[in-house]
């Protein structure tokens, strides 16, 4: 089969290496793809949110079956498009993807079906809004409605600052269209988890629990990025923690989202607190999170083409899903200056020796013309290491990334201790 990929990040990266190994799998392609991307498949220079490009592309380069990754494409509709031209692909429709898109859908999709999560509030008048803010008091969450690359979302210490963010999005378009709408709600206290299923729009199979540690720095400190690194699977996410998600929450959505019209077929992000009152849903996302992918995937024991074909003809309930046993850690490596300016062009050095121990998924790389790979995004790598337990995966993944260097490369030290 030739496979197509859409997407050119680290998650990309995880899924393309996954089904390198699979018997079914005899070509790869990759748009865009990354440096560390092209060692594995074709990268092709299409834009991941080139809709009509892509599926020109897909036509006329025989594609059997493509994997849509990021957000935005989805959202836009790029499962559609494929379908309608008799090209099979993986991922939700448009109207399923809105489950990510609209964090007011998501949201007033729980309070009908009775899935618990935050109470919370919608606004499109920002001095209503700003209003509620005061009446609330804070810690408050203050959250954009549409996509804004996984930074949309403010936890606001003081209510000053809930303002401020509310000010952001709705005056100042800090993400464009995306903080037209804005959702406000409780700031609910536990640890966070993540929980990635595959959905072939009435059956999900759930993934091995994961932990994103969002903030720039130790100890959960500085502005929210889209990722530093991962765990899976994660010690307080225990059988019994599980066994509640499945009955009150994962289930619960899936039929909701049929009950609505739009079944979910895909990959259904789960984003959890762990509450004093049980578990609750944080946000929804309508794909792999990145780096949770990076580790989770690197568990995964059965051929990956073989559930992307069941969830898209439906038949995931009759497919055994198999997970090694033992845990994943994945340490982004950060240009300086990252989740804000940075510089591009920094020679990376060590991947050779760091691969040896564990497996470096290219995020933001790019190839000079002399085979120099260099820095391009603001999340450059992300070294992914397996282990008997949680704690050798970790030092493991610390070890490999030891032999990395690029001029202002940052990174966190306690991935998977901060919480």
């Known amino acids: 089969m030739h496979i197509l990929v859409v997407g050119g990040g680290g998650r990309e990266h995880a899924i393309v290496w996954a089904l390198s190994k699979s018997p079914k799998v005899d070509r790869i392609s990759c748009a865009p793809g990354n440096a560390g991307i092209a060692a594995l498949a074709d990268c092709v220079p299409v834009k991941a949110t080139d809709v009509t490009g892509m599926v020109a592309w897909a036509k006329a380069n025989t594609v059997d079956f493509v994997m849509v990754a990021p957000d935005d494409p989805l959202a836009m509709g790029m499962v559609d498009a494929l379908e309608a031209e008799g090209i099979p692909a993986f991922g939700p429709k448009a109207s399923a993807a809105v489950i ?19 109470q919370y509030r919608t606004f499109t008048d920002m001095d209503v809004a700003l209003a509620y803010v005061e009446e609330q008091g804070a810690p408050i969450v203050v959250k954009a409605d549409g996509l804004a690359l996984g930074k949309g979302v403010i936890v606001a210490q003081t209510v000053e600052e809930a303002k401020e963010a509310v000010r952001s999005m709705m005056a100042d378009k800090k993400f464009g269209e995306a903080g037209a709408k804005v959702v406000i709600e409780e700031c609910m206290t536990g640890p966070e988890v993540t929980v990635l299923a595959f959905c072939d729009g009435k059956h999900l199979v759930p993934m091995p629990s994961s932990q994103d540690h969002k903030r720039a720095y130790d100890g959960n400190k500085g502005p929210n990025t889209g990722g530093m690194g991962s765990i899976a699977p994660v010690p307080c996410y225990t059988p019994d923690v599980a066994k509640v998600c499945m009955e009150t929450i994962f289930q619960p959505t899936v039929d909701a989202m049929a009950a609505e019209g739009c079944p979910f077929q895909g990959v259904l992000y789960f984003g959890l607190m762990l509450t004093p009152q049980g578990p609750k849903v944080v946000e929804y996302n309508s794909r792999f999170g990145d780096p949770e992918c990076q580790s989770v995937l690197s568990l995964l024991d059965t051929d990956l ?39 591009k062009g920094r020679p990376i050095t060590g991947l050779e020796e760091a691969g040896k121990t564990a497996v470096v998924f290219h995020a933001g790389t790019a190839k000079n013309e002399d085979g ?45 201790h901060a919480f």
């Open 100 to 118: 990510e898109a609209s964090k007011a859908f998501s949201k007033d999709l729980m309070a009908k079906y009775h899935i618990p999560t935050a």
């Open 305 to 343: 083409m073989d559930i992307l074909q069941a969830c898209h003809d439906g038949t995931l309930d009759q497919l055994d899903i198999r997970w090694k046993s033992g845990a994943a850690c994945c340490l982004v490596l950060a240009s300086g200056g990252y989740p804000g300016s940075y510089q």
């Open 372 to 416: 120099t790979i260099v820095t391009s995004g603001g999340r450059v790598l992300g070294v992914t290491a397996v282990g008997d337990d949680l704690e050798r995966a970790i030092q493991a993944a610390y070890a490999a990334a030891g032999h990395i260097q690029f001029q202002d490369m940052q990174f966190r030290t306690d991935i998977g």
